[in-house]
């Protein structure tokens, strides 16, 4: 894709990436003062539509991630859902997406503050690469970097300079030979993954970290929870997970807006389960993937159309 002619939506207006650039000394960019969403678009070649995902719930999670910094967003979550589905049909998007939303400090200057600097935002959408290679689970690692912790930065805000945390972990995985991490919170219980939710399966019970893990309380892993309960009739446990549980669990995946459900094929080189795709994580996997793609009546407000509007079911 050609990055600089896709229309993007920065300082108020539609235009073009190439315009819509910031300096080298951007508070944002220097210091991590900012915060970010990441929505998905699903394209369905044969009803000629690109279905956005949970468009409410992430924008309602940037404003809380914003007042956390002492931001405002400028826009209310109805006008900003309009003006992502206006950016799609700009851009003429017949595939898979992926939209950053970003609300960040922009004043160019130093100083270490944000009280009194004035903040911009941006939505910037691009052509969706699978984030994890959906043909293969992954062989994880629990990470030496433990989870920022709550007492020091608010993991619960999608923060921008957090995410250093996430890639020190990522980086190391990857260079041991792994695919992904896990990390652990600052007590030692399993937090989350690099950029996604945890879950556990153990005797048909569904386990995932509570919030006070300093888990990012994740948009997939809430509708996650809702299908398993709804449509599995599963129960599920929000606690403190021990790391040795994790070489206990039946089956693993992570959840998130990129990684949609992924399952985890071994941690620390231990097989999970039989080293196979478990039937939880298949069922899951293959529900999520009908909702996100307007297969699932039931769940069609979750759903945002671009092209269309939903149709008006018969009196």
């Known amino acids: 894709m050609d990055l600089d002619s896709t229309i993007v939506f920065a300082r108020g207006a539609f235009r073009r990436y190439d315009e819509a650039k910031v300096g080298l000394l951007t508070h944002g960019l220097q210091y991590g003062t900012g915060c970010f969403e990441g929505l998905r678009g699903y394209w369905v070649p044969a009803d000629r539509e690109l279905f956005l995902v949970l468009l409410r719930d992430h924008y309602e999670r940037l404003r809380t991630s914003a007042k956390i910094l002492l931001m405002q967003l400028p826009y209310t979550v109805d006008e900003l859902i309009d003006i992502t589905i206006d950016l799609c049909k700009r851009n003429g998007f017949e595939t898979d997406v992926y939209i950053r939303p970003c609300i960040f400090k922009s004043a160019e200057d130093i100083g270490v503050r944000l009280h009194n600097v004035p903040d911009e935002l941006a939505i910037i959408p691009v052509p969706f690469k699978p984030y994890l290679d959906p043909r293969k689970g992954l062989d994880v690692c629990v990470s030496s970097w433990r989870r920022a912790d709550d007492t020091m930065a608010p993991p619960r805000a999608k923060i921008t300079g957090l995410y250093v945390n996430s890639a020190l972990a990522k980086s190391e995985a990857v260079v041991n030979g792994y695919d992904e991490a896990i990390l652990l919170s600052h007590d030692g219980h399993v937090s989350e993954g690099t950029a996604e939710n945890v879950f556990l399966v153990r005797r048909g019970v569904l386990y995932t970290p509570d919030p006070s893990q300093n888990v990012l309380e994740g948009c997939t892993r809430r509708a996650i ?5 709804s449509e599995l009739g599963m129960e599920i446990v929000e606690r403190s997970i021990d790391r040795g549980e994790l070489y206990c669990a039946d089956e693993i995946f992570f959840t998130g807006t990129a990684a949609g459900v992924h ?49 008006t079911p018969p009196l």
């Open 263 to 311: 399952r985890v094929a071994s941690v620390d080189r231990r097989p999970v389960g039989n080293g196979k795709i478990g039937p939880v994580t298949r069922r899951l996997s293959e529900i999520y993937h009908r909702v996100v793609t307007g297969r699932e009546p039931r769940y069609q407000d979750w759903l945002t159309r671009t092209y269309a509007p939903a149709a």
């Open 225 to 229: 929870m809702d299908i398993a309960r």
